[in-house]
């Protein structure tokens, strides 16, 4: 039995190595899916595009807004000379911020009176919104503590709220995004990896060939899975590394942890492609099918919607997703150093669904036709 | 070769009221066969005969609706196991991994059916010779032509010397010389004691076999040597020439007491009651226009055979 396994396992590692598109899958789309989306998946601020509109020019108001362009946050694009043109740049949308000084406000502050500067924001995006007006409250803060005064009034107003494309509770966004991209990367993968390979036999006959061999069903299945479990958890350093290396991504809590939650998460993601492939009849099937599963499972795994707040039924449905809790048990040991005292219920949970999701894609394995 | 020369009593496949049915359609019904240890089986009949549905039960891949079959002894149905380690399959579009070279291939099966690593040399090595591949065994799959890659897929379901070896439309879409070669290879392995159960849809390839069976929508209509089956007809066969075969054709079916008549390029082959028929046939012909090149009478062949009786059912 164990012979055979191997066996196959070895076949399967040659034909991965040998196919040079499946080298892509395993090397250069995990590194490409975690560079991109540790970028470009970012609530992270920087270079916010911003107007000024200055009716003091003085001294002191040129310098409030050399520090906010020196804080790396804002850019000043626009000096405008009316509040027409701030409504104009911003309904464009060529400016998030406006920063308006009245006239009287290097008076004020040599008075020693309250002085006030007036943010305008665009709250389109109510992330950025938030957060750009954060940074500007903490710069002017700032500036009124070095002029020895801290009597300068931040007006927020002007936060009109046109739309809300998504929202994101979350601002530490990389140390969150992160870890999330790790699981999804894997799990894109290895589902990809076992429904494909195991479709591919039967779209090119070997299957049918196989069925006639004494290869028993347990020993076909797992000679296919085994190598995507090892691929999987390759990832998962690969990845890992990455993410440390070169996202400076904090990892507080422990690596065994974290590998032996891997290999309880891969059970799930393997028996799910593997049901994909006992359902698939030809590998585009076997990639709609994928993609069907995926989407909706990174969609409503927690990562960018809160699960509470999403309707009761779907709530249900969420426990099915392994994602739902592997997302938890990664970030927690990522970012928290949670350990199994915290984290045992999702552990337990990711484990009884892999068990589940691999007897029932077994039972559906024949080695017969129907 | 001396595993093969077991006791004859047994017969390498025996079927009992063999039925398989998919929803309405009845695929094989109620098949009943008996096959002797080195015989070489042809079943013969038109695509969506069953042939297809009748091997892969045999194989223990498909469980039979009704009805229950032996395969080297083992019943299919509750002993499939271990008729699969008895038999070698090859299906009709044999999967090969074509990212795996030929060798690669072969031993992939080798390790499957565990044969032992001190057999593997010699098998493989004999195995290589007669399919011509030896030169060729580094070589991927996917590279090989038509004829190479149909021969490495029996290489690969000889590994293990099966008794029984089932071979569906082994030689569809190859070369003739491939073909030859090919049944070559079977003959040699006739001696060798192995009990072939071959489907075809090559007439001409039926002729090889030691026993032809006709099957057509699910049942057989006939099952016996080639030469019995050209006798069969029982009725004299002509071959006709003209420029105007199918036009002759049309109206020679309608003489009375013509049996069949079937198109061969400008050739035609006519059934008929009796000789003297013939005479009224060349008149007929003639009222309508058409002249006969000339006429001879010939022994039919399994396909005139087949014909017929397709058409008659």
């Not at chain 1, 598109?21 to 250069?28: E, L, Q, S």
């Not at chain 1, 899975?225 to 070169?246: C, D, Q, S, Y």
Request: net charge positive; charged share 20%; proline share 4%.
């Amino acid at each position: 039995m164990i012979k055979r396994i191997r066996h196959v396992v070895i076949k399967e590692f040659i034909q991965l190595f040998r196919d040079r598109r499946m080298k892509a899958i395993i090397f250069v789309i995990p590194v490409m899916q975690l560079i991109v989306f540790g970028y470009a998946v970012t609530t992270d601020v920087k270079d916010i595009s911003t107007a000024v509109y200055d009716l003091d020019r003085s001294s002191e108001s040129r310098e409030l807004f050399r520090r906010l362009e020196a804080s790396g946050y804002f850019r000043i694009g626009y000096h405008v000379s009316s509040p027409f043109e701030i409504q104009g740049l911003m309904d464009r949308g060529e400016i998030t911020v406006a920063v308006q000084i009245n006239h009287g406000f290097s008076s004020d502050l040599k008075r020693g009176n309250q002085a006030a500067v007036q943010v305008l924001l665009d709250g389109t995006d109510s992330n950025t919104a938030t957060v750009a007006m954060d940074y500007a409250n903490r710069i002017i803060t700032k500036y009124a503590k070095d002029l020895g005064t801290g009597r300068i009034a931040v007006s927020p107003f002007g936060v009109e709220l046109r739309e809300r494309a998504w929202y994101n509770p979350e601002l530490r966004s990389k140390n969150y995004n992160v870890p999330g991209v790790i699981a999804f990367v894997i799990m894109l993968t290895c589902l990809l990896l076992t429904s494909m390979a195991v479709v591919r036999e039967r779209e090119i006959g070997t299957m049918e060939q196989l069925m006639v061999t004494p290869i028993r069903p347990v020993e076909f299945i797992l000679g296919k899975t085994i190598p995507f479990a090892l691929i999987g958890f390759f990832e998962m350093l690969l990845v890992t590394a990455i993410a440390l290396l070169k996202f400076d991504i904090p990892m507080k809590g422990s690596f065994l942890l974290l590998f032996a939650s891997t290999a309880i998460y891969l059970l799930s993601v393997l028996g799910m492609g593997l049901f994909i492939s006992t359902i698939a009849r030809t590998q585009q099937q076997a990639l709609m099918a994928t993609f069907l599963f995926y989407v909706p499972a990174v969609l409503l795994s927690g990562f960018m919607f809160p699960i509470e707040n999403m309707p009761e039924v779907i709530q249900y449905g969420t426990y099915l997703n392994p994602l739902r809790y592997f997302l938890v048990i990664i970030r927690g040991i990522f970012l928290k150093n949670s350990g199994l005292a915290v984290l045992w219920p999702q552990i337990l949970s990711l484990f009884m669904l892999g068990i589940l999701v691999i007897t029932v894609s077994s039972m559906r394995f024949r080695k017969r036709m129907r | 070769m001396s595993r093969y020369i077991s006791n004859n009593i047994i017969p390498a496949i025996k079927t009992s009221g063999l039925t398989k049915t998919f929803g309405d359609t009845i695929a094989v019904d109620g098949l009943n066969l008996e096959i002797r240890k080195g015989e070489l089986f042809g079943l013969v009949g038109p695509d969506g005969a069953g042939k297809t549905t009748a091997i892969r039960m045999l194989s223990a891949i498909m469980e039979p609706t009704k009805g229950e079959a032996w395969v080297a002894g083992h019943s299919v149905i509750s002993e499939g196991e271990t008729v699969k380690e008895k038999i070698g399959y090859m299906s009709q579009r044999f999967g090969l991994y074509e990212d795996l070279t030929v060798i690669e291939n072969i031993l992939f099966y080798a390790d499957l059916y565990d044969v032992p690593k001190k057999e593997r040399p010699l098998r493989i090595e004999s195995l290589l010779g007669f399919s011509n591949l030896t030169p060729f065994q580094d070589r991927l799959a996917g590279r090989l032509s038509g004829g190479m890659k149909q021969k490495l897929g029996l290489a690969c379901t000889l590994i293990h010397t099966p008794e029984v070896l089932f071979l569906d439309e082994p030689t569809n879409g190859v070369d003739p010389v491939s073909r030859r070669d090919f049944w070559k290879i079977l003959y040699d392995l006739l001696k060798e004691g192995v009990t072939i159960f071959a489907s075809t849809s090559y007439l001409d390839e039926a002729e090889r076999c030691t026993r032809v069976c006709l099957m057509n929508k699910g049942s057989i209509l006939m099952d016996d040597n080639p030469a019995a089956i050209k006798r069969s007809l029982g009725l004299p066969m002509f071959e006709m020439w003209s420029d105007e075969a199918r036009k002759a054709a049309e109206i020679i079916k309608t003489v009375k007491g013509v049996h069949s008549a079937s198109l061969y390029g400008n050739k035609l082959h006519v059934a008929v009651n009796s000789r003297e028929l013939m005479d009224d046939i060349i008149i007929e012909l003639g009222r309508s226009g058409i002249t006969i090149r000339g006429h001879r009478e010939i022994l039919p062949s399994i396909e005139d055979i087949f014909i017929s009786r397709v058409e008659r059912q």
